[in-house]
C-alpha cells in the first residue's frame, strides 16, 4: 500500500512569555508549549482517519503541519516521500492540489465577495483543470454531488444556511480531484438531521471517489462512523491508534476509556469518569501526561513517559500498562 | 456550540440578490436618501453647468453690477458684474471636481502606503507608519497651506496639496483593514489551495478592504470641499477669476450691508452642499456597517 | 482523585408507574410547579411559540429537544420573563406555582430570578461580567435576594464553589472569569444559579461548549445537585442521548409547537410522532449503521404553514395534515400531535 504520509516522532513547540528563572540573575526563562510530542503516524492510500481529541490535545496544530502551514520543531515529517519544507515549487504546487482541507469556519473559508460559482471555479482553473468555458458545467456538476441545486452557484456564501455553507467547502475540496482530504470538526455545531446528512455525504463520496480522508473531532461516535482508524490524541501525543472497531469495543488506553464512558449512550448511563480538568499544556511533566487524571495511574507512571508502541496486529497504544491486551502466547508450533 | 439553523433558502437571481445586497440597506437609512437627493442634485448641476448657465461666469459686466435676483440674472450679479447663477452652478462644478479628484489621489496614495505595509510587516511597516504619522500629526489645512506656499496657487496645485494631507488618515485604514482580512480564515484557504500570492491580494485581499474605504472616501469628499473652499476663501487656493464658492463668500464681504446675495447664496450653496454629502456619508456607512444591519 | 463512575441514574426521581409528570392523570396528587396553557409568543407576524402546553411537577427534570428554530430557548426564555412586550407579544398563561407570569411586571420578575428560579446558559464566559471578580458574582444573589451580610455571604460563597467541586475555593473568590477554563466557569454558573435554593432550574445547553469528559463531570455535577435541593430542571439540549440519561421527561418540540412528551425512557426509545422517530434515526452513536436524516429543513417562523407544520418532511403526511393542526392527544402514556397517531400505534403493535 501506498504511504502518502510518514510522521517520524514529529514535534512542535512555541514560545508563550516567559517566567522568572531560578536565581536572582538567571533572567527570564521562556514558557514552552508543546503542542506536539514524539508523533508517530503514516497514513496510507485510501485510509480514512479520525484523529479524536479534546481541547489541547494537538490535534488542529497536527493537521497543520500536515497541510504544510507550519513546520514542525523537530522530526520529519513526509509526504510522498518528500519533507514538505523541501518540496521544489513544482511539488509544493502539487501538493496543494492533491491536499484538500474543509476548515471548521466553513463560511469564513470563503471570501465572502464571491459568488459560489467563482468559489469553485478559482482551484479548477488555477490547476487548470478544465477551461473557462467548461467553468459552469462543472460547477453544476459539483453541486450537484455534494447534493445541492444548480442555482446555489449565484449565492454568496453569506446567504446560505449552516448545512450548505458546509456542502460548498466539500464541493470546493473535491473541485480539485484531491488525493487526501482533511476535515477540521466539519459537522460540529449542525442540528442532528443536517449533521447526518453531511456524514452520510462525506463517507459516500470517500468511498466512491476512493479518496483518503483525515477528519478531526472530539466525537467518537462520528469517528466511527465515518473512518476505519482512529487515532486518540491527548496533550500532545497519540496515546492509541488502530482500527476504528476495536477500539471501541477493547479500548487500550485508559483515557479512550473515560472517553467512551463519557460519551453519551441511549442504553448506557452517563458516568463522569474522569474527574479534574484537563491540565496545561505549558511545561508538561516529564511523566505519562495522562498520570494526574488516570484511574488507574501507577508509580511507574509518574516516573517514565510511555512511547507508542505495537499492541496488537494492528493497534498501537502509548501506555506502561494497556488495558484489553491479550496474554501474549508463546509462539506455539503447529 | 449552537446548532446552526438552516435558513429557509431565499430564491431570486443574480439581480435580485445586487438589488438586495446594495439598494435595500441604502434605502432604509433615511439619512442616507436624504443625502443622495441633494447631492444627486448638486451633481447634476455640476455635471451640466456649462448647459444650465445663463451667462459666462467670467464675463464682467461693471452696468449690471451689484444688482439682486431678477429674471435675467437669477441669483443676481457681484460687484464686477457676473451673473452669480452661473458662477454657483460653475463653482459647484469646481467644489465636486477638486473634491473627488484629490479624495481619489490621496486616497491612492494612501491605499498604496497602506497595502505594503500591512503585507510586509516587520521594519517596513514601521518605517512606513512613521511617515503617517508625521503626516497626520499636521492638521489637514496646515498641511495644505504648506504645500500652497511653497507649489503656489490654482486648481491643480489645490488638489495635490489636499491629496497630500488625505494620504495619512487612508494609509492607516487601509493598513489596520488589511492586517484584519489578513487574519481571515479565508485568505490562508487560498494560500491552501495554492493561488499565487498576488491573486490573494489582488482578488481575496483588496475586494474586501475596499468597502469601508469607498465609505470613508465618500466621507472625506466633504472635508475636501471645505478644506478647499477654505483655502479659497483666504485667497490661498484658485486663482480668482475662477469660479469657486470660497472665492466668491470672500468677494462678497465688503458688500454684506448692501448686497449680502454675493456672499449668501454662495455660502448657502456650500453648506447645503457639505450637509447633503455629510448626510450620504453617515447614512451610507450606517447602512453598510456589519453590526447594524439587521440580519 | 479518583472518581468512581457513578452512574447519573443513581437517585433519579422513581417515576410513578402510571404517572409521568406530564400525563393528563388528574388524579396526580403532586401540584404542579410549573404550569404552561397555550402559550403563544409572536414577533411581528410570526408564532415563534405556538399555543405551547406543558406542565411540570415539583422535584422531576424536563428536556425540551429539538432542532435550531423549534422554539426551545424562546420557550426558556419566555418562563423567566426575558421575552417581553415591546420586542414580541406574549399570550396565553404560564403558571409558576400559582403565579402568573404572563404580563408579570419586571420587578416581580426580579425578585423571582435568581431566587426561585435559577438560570444557566451555553457560554459562561459570555454570562459571567469579565469586570467582577467570581466572588463578587456569587454573592451579587446572596445578598440581594436572602439579605446576607457581606461575611455571611462571603461564608456561604465559598461553601457553594465547595459544592461544585472547585478546588482552593476561598483563594478563587478574588479570581476573574478569565483566569479560570471554560469547564470551571461554568461550574461558577451552576453555584450562582443554585446559590438560593432555587425551585425550578433552567439550563440551556449547560454543556455544548465543553469537552465531553467534562461534560459528562458538569451534568453529573447538575443533577446531584438539583436532587439534592428537590428542585425540578428544564433542560433545552439537542443532544438527545445526553437527555435520555439526564432528564426524567422530553418534550419534543418543532416549529414552536410541541409534538410530543413523555417519560424519556419511553419518548427515547420508542419515540411515537414522526418527528421524534426522524430525529432518533439521525442521532450518530457509536454502533450506528448508516443515519437515515430527515428530509428538507424547518421553515423559517414566518413561513410556517397552516395545518401541522411539520407536514412538509413527513412520510405519513395526509391532505388532511396540511389543512388542520392536530391537537395534543393522550396515548400511550404520552401526549403526541398527530392526526394519524392512531395507524401509527397499531403499525407499531404490529
Known sequence: MNKLYQLNDVEKSYTVGTRPGKGFFSGRTPLLLKALDGIRLDVEDGDSLAIVGESGSGKSTLVRLMLGLEAPSDGRLFYQRQELGSMSAADRQLFTREVAFIYQDARGSMNPRLRVRDVLAEPMLLHKLCSEAQVDSKVAELLNRVGLAPEMADRYPAELSGGQVRRVAVARALAVQPRVIFADESVAGLDVSVQAQLLNLLRDLCRDMGLTLVFITHDLGVASYLCTRIAVMYLGRVVEEGPSAEILAHPHHPYTRSLLRAFPSFDRPLTASLSGEIPSPINLPACCRFASRCPDARDACRLTDPTLVQVTARSSVACLFPLNVPEETPAAVS | ?295 | MQAAGRALTDGRASAPAATPGISPDVNSTTPDLLQIRDLTLRRGRAAVLDKVSLSLKAGRTLGLLGESGAGKSTLAMAIIGLLTAPQVDVQGSLKFADTELVGLPEKHFQKLRGSRIGLIFQDATASLDPCFTIGQQICEPLRRHLRLSRKQAIERAVELLDSVGIPDARARLAAFPHQLSGGMQQRVMISIALACDPELLIADEPTSALDVTIQAQIMELILRRVRSLGSSAIFVLHDLALASQVCDDIAVMYGGQIVETGPADAVLRRPLHPYTVGLRSCVVELDSERLVPLPGTMPGADQMPDGCRFASRCAWRQPRCETARPPLEARDGRLLACWRIDEILAGSAA
Open chain 2, 1 to 295: 456550540m449552537t446548532a446552526i439553523s438552516s435558513t429557509s433558502a431565499t430564491a431570486g437571481p443574480a439581480q435580485a440578490g445586487w438589488r438586495r445586497r446594495y439598494w435595500q440597506p441604502v434605502r432604509r437609512q433615511p439619512t442616507a436618501i436624504a443625502g443622495l437627493v441633494i447631492v444627486g442634485l448638486f451633481a447634476f448641476m455640476a455635471l451640466f453647468a456649462p448647459w444650465l448657465s445663463t451667462h459666462d461666469p467670467v464675463v464682467q459686466n461693471f452696468a449690471d453690477a451689484l444688482q439682486g435676483p431678477s429674471l435675467s440674472h437669477f441669483l443676481g450679479t457681484d460687484s464686477f458684474g457676473q451673473d452669480l447663477f452661473s458662477r454657483v452652478l460653475h463653482g459647484t462644478r469646481l467644489a465636486l471636481g477638486i473634491g473627488v479628484a484629490s479624495v481619489a489621489l490621496g486616497m491612492a496614495g494612501g491605499m498604496l502606503i497602506g497595502l505594503v505595509a500591512g503585507l510586509a510587516g516587520g521594519k517596513v511597516e514601521w518605517a512606513l507608519m512613521r511617515v503617517v504619522d508625521a503626516l497626520l500629526a499636521f492638521p489637514e489645512i496646515i498641511l495644505a497651506i504648506a504645500f500652497v506656499a511653497v507649489f503656489g496657487m490654482g486648481v491643480d496645485k489645490v488638489i495635490y496639496a489636499l491629496a497630500v494631507s488625505f494620504i495619512g488618515p487612508f494609509a492607516r485604514i487601509v493598513r489596520s483593514d488589511v492586517l484584519q482580512v489578513k487574519a481571515l480564515p479565508f485568505i490562508e484557504a487560498a494560500q491552501l489551495m495554492g493561488v499565487p500570492r498576488v491573486q490573494i491580494i489582488l482578488r481575496h485581499l483588496l475586494p474586501n478592504v475596499a468597502p469601508s474605504l469607498l465609505v470613508q472616501a465618500g466621507i472625506r469628499i466633504s472635508t475636501a470641499i471645505l478644506l478647499e473652499s477654505g483655502l479659497s476663501f483666504f485667497s490661498i487656493g484658485v486663482v480668482p477669476p475662477t469660479p469657486d464658492l470660497g472665492l466668491m463668500i470672500a468677494e462678497g464681504r465688503a458688500f454684506i450691508t448692501m448686497a449680502p446675495w454675493i456672499s449668501g447664496f454662495p455660502g448657502g450653496a456650500l453648506a447645503i452642499l457639505l450637509v447633503g454629502l455629510t448626510l450620504l456619508g453617515d447614512g451610507l456607512s450606517n447602512a453598510f456597517n456589519p453590526r447594524s444591519q439587521g440580519r
